[in-house]
């Protein structure tokens, strides 16, 4: 199974996988009868398909934050208005396609919507799961910032890191004190970033520090104990106070530890058509994520003209399978035609974030 392949680098299978483990666990969490979650369950977990947003935030990190820090340092500077116009052409087309539907078809009054149409829906009423679209179009906007001030000042990355881990023990702090005055915390920029951060820390490591990064990479045994103890984190059951943040900062340990435990480790395995399913899936993951909630309704109209059990098994099947076709649909016919129009209009200043080309191997190597 393969998509069409747009002009520009050579996908990474691998991170196409990250990304369809990722959109498939957050399917199984808003389905109504998950279904891959369910051995979890049984066994006295918690739920953890909500972690794939997670797991998205650090590879987001990763990647976006890696392409501004690759052009760092191929160009010497960050060409900001490129970046963001860039990044527009990926997000927006379909997000704002799916906002005003939403509109015209009643589900939602513009009174509500409003917030969404300004990328500010994290901190206000609208569709439930478009909350971390808006703490990723936040979080570009800080890596520019940032990186325009570290330019301008001259900054070491090793001083961007160090003051990007600072920024993430700060909003951990922010978010122990938010929910020790009951104050919600689950959705907001300034208390959720922190797993893109990490994506980007990460990026510096893998950019400005290569042979670092393939040392650390080669730590298999401690990425793989520390996912274990992550996930057994969820069967503890606690219900402290403090368990509801900590499971935060135990999401984001598994999304650092996914991406390094899979990138660039494909040993064979990728060519097993499960593997390169998830993969292909992958590829769709933001229009999967934006529109696999629609068909939710009708799913469910339809199972309640069915027996019970029939009914159940009709909804657990095809909830997820509908959300899948229908975001592979609109990407097709959204997402991909303006990626063609971007990459003409406002070519690339670098490949992708995590490709050399031999021009960029040459200004690397000075």
Known sequence: MQAKVLSGPRREIELDFLRGIAILAVLDFHSQYPILSYPFTKLGFTPLGWVGVDVFFVLSGFL???????????????DSRRFLIRRGFKIWPQYYLFLSLVV????????????????????????????????????????????????????RMRSMFVSLGLMCFAIVVIRCLMLATARPFFTQTHTRVEGILYGVMIAIVYHWRPKTFERIQEWRAIWIGMLVLAI????????????LSVAIDVANLI?????????RHREGVARSLPYRLVAWIGLY?????????????????????????????????????????????MTKLVEFPML???????PRRVESAVEDTPVEAAALAR
């Open 255 to 263: 999304g650092v530890c996914l991406l390094m435990l899979i990138y």
């Open 64 to 78: 976006v934050g890696g392409l501004l820090v690759k052009e760092l340092k191929v160009r010497g500077r960050v």
């Open 340 to 346: 063609r129009l971007r990459d003409r209009w406002f």
């Open 104 to 155: 015209l078809t009643g589900h939602r009054s513009m009174s509500v919507m409003w917030p969404s149409f300004l990328n500010i829906q994290n901190y206000y009423e609208g569709v439930p799961h478009l909350w971390s679209l808006a703490i990723e179009e936040h979080a570009y906007l800080l890596l520019v910032l940032l990186l325009a001030i570290a330019w301008r000042v001259k900054m």
């Open 285 to 329: 993951s933001y229009g999967i994520y934006l529109w696999h909630v629609a068909p939710s309704s009708l799913v469910i109209r339809i199972a309640s003209g069915l027996p019970e059990r029939a009914g159940t098994i009709f909804i657990a099947m095809a909830q997820p399978l509908l959300g899948i076709a229908l975001g592979v649909l």
């Open 232 to 243: 057994g984190f969820f069967r503890l059951q606690l219900h402290q106070v403090w368990s």
